[in-house]
């Protein structure tokens, strides 16, 4: 059975908390407001992924990239997940990375010394067997190039390389740590269309406010990360602190919130707390909740004076 804040999110939620949809390719799919972040967990991981589950986490991101992720983790604490019955795959939303040989460190999922375009095949193909499920074809709901080639060239090498998985064994594609111009140069050339944009979400970039706007008009899903620590101000502003107030949670989930009524927005939450991750679901679905009714003009206030802070006019 899935846990009740996973049933009303995925079901009645508010739009606050409600998924979003994907674009990008000719698979139609949804992608979760919240979406469990896997970096630096390391032997935690299948732990933390199954209490994420099972908190209500119908999302969870990783990378083929050792250095930072357990990949193989992620899949086993998705395993357990769907071997006890608390979420079927199909409910899920799995995204995983390819990372550049500059990413990685002296354990890689590919040959250091094939050609690009095999490097690529070899790291999908470890991505897919960590996602492997007894008697299901594996598949991935959205594939991440984890930051830009060294040249445009190659960018688009890796990127021609993935759309041949599409749409079937992987769903839709994205990039992270981009530009805007490399991000506009990708879509005007694919084939297969960005669905997502993952990028750090703090002030240095301006809150990636013109990144942001270019997505929203592309139909692009931007995951944002990096989105407590880097904005310690931000978190304790004085829309975030009117809204925990108002709406009855904490500062945390009313800072996702107002992140979140940025329009197409996700965000990637890591925290390795269980009580966390259950408040982090429950208060947004809250925020949402008090926002479509008797807190309607106070959420708007709030969500522009935010939009003021972060760049959006």
């Known amino acids: 059975m899935a846990p009740p804040v996973a049933a009303a999110i995925g079901a009645q939620a508010s739009r606050l908390a409600k998924d979003l949809p994907l674009g990008g390719s000719a698979s139609s799919s949804t992608i979760p407001r919240l979406v469990y972040g896997t ?10 992924v199954y209490a994420a589950l099972k908190a209500g986490f119908r999302g969870v991101d990783t990378a083929a990239q050792p250095k930072h992720y357990d990949e193989r983790g992620v899949g086993e604490g998705v395993r357990r997940a769907v071997s006890e019955g608390i979420v079927r795959r199909d409910d899920l939303f799995v995204q995983t990375k390819f990372t550049s040989p500059g990413g990685q460190n002296h354990i890689t999922p590919y040959d250091l ?6 490097k690529v095949h070899q790291s999908v193909q470890s991505s897919l067997r960590s996602f492997t499920l007894k008697g299901q ?31 079937h064994r992987i769903r839709h594609l994205g990039i992270s740590n981009t530009t805007l ?4 140069a990708i879509y005007a050339r694919a084939s297969v269309k960005p669905a997502v944009v993952q990028n750090r979400f703090y002030g240095q970039t301006g809150y990636e406010a013109d990144m942001r706007a270019y997505c929203r008009e592309k139909g692009i899903v931007f995951q944002a990360f990096w989105t407590i620590g880097a904005n310690r ?43 966390h991750m259950t408040a982090d679901l429950e ?15 106070d959420w708007e206030q709030a969500l522009a004076a935010f939009k003021t802070m972060v760049g959006d006019m």
Do not use: C, N
């Open 113 to 118: 010394d094939a050609p690009l375009v095999d």
């Open 233 to 275: 101000m931000l978190v304790q502003s004085m829309p975030v602190g009117f809204v925990a107030q108002s709406a009855g949670v904490d500062g945390v989930a009313a800072y996702y919130s107002l992140i979140l009524g940025l329009e197409s927005m996700t965000v990637l939450d890591g925290t390795t707390d269980a009580a």
């Open 39 to 48: 970096a630096w967990k390391k032997d935690r991981t299948a732990d933390l």
């Open 181 to 184: 111009a490399i991000l506009d």
């Open 283 to 297: 208060g947004i679905e809250r925020v949402g909740l008090w926002a479509e009714g008797d807190g309607a003009s």
């Open 137 to 167: 074809e594996p598949y991935l709901d959205s594939l991440v190039l984890h930051s830009p080639m060294d040249t445009v060239d190659e960018t688009l090498t890796v990127w021609k390389t993935l759309e041949s998985y599409a749409p």
